[in-house]
């Protein structure tokens, strides 16, 4: 059987390896997936999620080896991985509890009709998830497939297939057979998946791979839910508090290398505090460790030497065009790459448009919050967006007005527990999370009776 081989993108060492699902096969598999549905519904909606929340003890039981096997195979700080290795354990109860109050019949009486709203599975989902978060992304896309009654055919990302066997290990402990299946592989393996009789398609990753899965899916009119990206803006107003701001930019700028679809990629900045906010950041990103995540650096390395040359490519365009270097702007070894700070960032230049996902941080000067909200809208992305300033009726007007799906004011763009995850213009369609992002795994059906 041919392999697919994982690298610790920090040392290059080979970590282990899987074997790739042959594309002949993945159609008679989701043929099995699609054979045990049926059984797995008929455990009800009380029956699934109560299965479901016997592998959080599990999950508890095994963050300190899920978070070494996330750092070594994907490079991110070890105490990052443990933050997402704890995740997947301890928010399974809470979820489990949401998605049964948001799946469970309701009734509608307008004292002519009774109608009974019901929220049924959709049959098999394939989810295709990512690197950057190699278990709790798969979490997000099948926990709701499984608990709404959905059977799962589950690709993790060809750059950390360990990780993601690892997360199926644990859900198929007690689950039965065939209601969770892992296929291996790398672009033919995912596009046999959206090519089968998948019922629906889960996706994060690159808005390009978005595109080709909604243009196959049109064949068939499959549903999707997809997470695109991001290029995200930061908006620094001039009575906001520089030091916070500062420090928020750089955490999310460079965390997870960054690596993170809600990065902080465009940073703009009012013209009277610009000066202090780059030294603020700069200062903070001279300082910051790089190496092995497992030697508690602040930045790890980049996914692969594709990604690091990528990112690379883009801070030398930049600066070739007139961008100022404030901090880092170089490679350091392997896939290492500097925590950037780069200044005078104009539109024309390509990392002022195109997604980056690396540890770069890019501020543009603006004379007024008028001129920040343009720019920051001056993109076909909209996952994220953050406002810092310090009178509460301005951010929020400044916020209404950002194009994105999350706004953050003075904080990260995530919402409160029970909120969406949720991206606007081309950062994806559908959403993750809340209610109604659990309700997007199901086939809403009415059934109606006179009274």
């Known amino acids: 059987m041919e392999t697919l081989k994982s690298y610790n993108p920090a040392t290059g060492e080979i970590l282990g390896e899987v074997g790739i699902t042959p594309v002949e096969e993945i159609a008679n598999i989701v043929t099995r997936s699609k054979r045990s549905q049926p059984a797995w519904e008929t455990l009800g909606l009380e029956g699934r999620t109560k299965l479901i929340e016997a592998t959080a003890n599990i999950f508890v039981d095994r963050v300190q080896e899920h978070a070494e096997l996330m750092t070594t195979e994907m490079g991110k700080p070890l105490r990052e991985a443990i933050i997402e290795a704890k995740s997947l354990g301890w928010g399974i109860a809470e979820e489990m509890a949401e998605i049964r109050q948001a799946l469970r019949p309701e009734v509608v009486d307008d004292g002519r009709l009774i109608s009974t709203i019901y929220h049924d599975p959709l049959g098999v989902v394939g989810a295709i998830t990512p690197w950057n978060f190699p ?24 750059e950390t297939p360990l990780s993601g066997q690892a997360y199926a290990d644990v859900l198929n402990e007690v689950l039965p057979e065939d209601v969770l299946i892992v296929i291996h592989g790398a672009d033919d393996q995912g596009k046999a998946i959206v090519q089968s009789d998948a019922d629906m398609i889960a996706f994060t990753g690159s808005r390009e791979a978005g595109k080709h899965i909604m243009r196959e899916a049109s064949s068939t009119l499959k549903r999707i839910i997809l997470e695109l990206g991001g290029k995200d803006p930061l908006i620094v107003l001039e009575d906001a508090d520089i030091e916070k701001a500062a420090k928020f930019a750089a ?39 790089i190496g092995s995540g497992m030697e508690d650096a602040d930045v790890g390395p980049m996914v692969n030497s594709h990604q690091r040359d990528h990112v690379l490519d883009q801070v030398e365009s930049a600066i070739a065009a007139g961008a100022k270097v404030l901090a880092g702007g170089d490679g350091q070894y392997d896939n290492f790459v500097a925590p950037t700070v780069l200044g005078d960032i104009t539109e024309e230049m390509d990392i002022a448009n195109a997604e980056t996902f690396g540890p770069i941080a890019c501020v543009t000067r603006v004379s007024s919050a008028d001129e920040a909200v343009a720019k ?31 706004i953050g004011i003075n904080s990260a763009p995530g919402g409160a527990t029970g909120t969406p995850w ?24 009415v059934v109606t009776r006179r009274i």
Not at 137 to 158: C, D, R
Not at 376 to 401: I, S, W
Not at 428 to 444: A, I, L, R, V
Request: net charge neutral; aromatic share 8%.
């Open 135 to 158: 278990m709790s992304m798969p979490a997000w896309m099948i926990l709701p497939s499984l608990a709404a009654g959905n059977t799962v055919v589950f690709k993790p990302s060809e």
């Open 251 to 289: 955490s999310n700028s460079f965390r997870n290398a960054g690596q993170v679809c809600i990065s902080t990629e465009r940073i703009f900045v009012v013209d009277s505090v610009a000066q202090e906010f780059e030294q603020a950041l700069t200062k903070i990103a001279s300082i910051m460790t």
């Open 376 to 406: 920051a809208n001056n993109t076909n992305f909209g996952l994220g967006a953050v406002v810092f300033g310090e009178d509460e009726k301005e951010t929020g007007e400044v916020a209404r007005r950002l194009t994105a799906g999350m």
């Open 422 to 445: 949720v991206g606007a213009r081309q950062s994806g369609m559908g959403f993750h999370k809340s209610p109604d992002g659990h309700k997007q795994f199901t086939q809403t059906r």
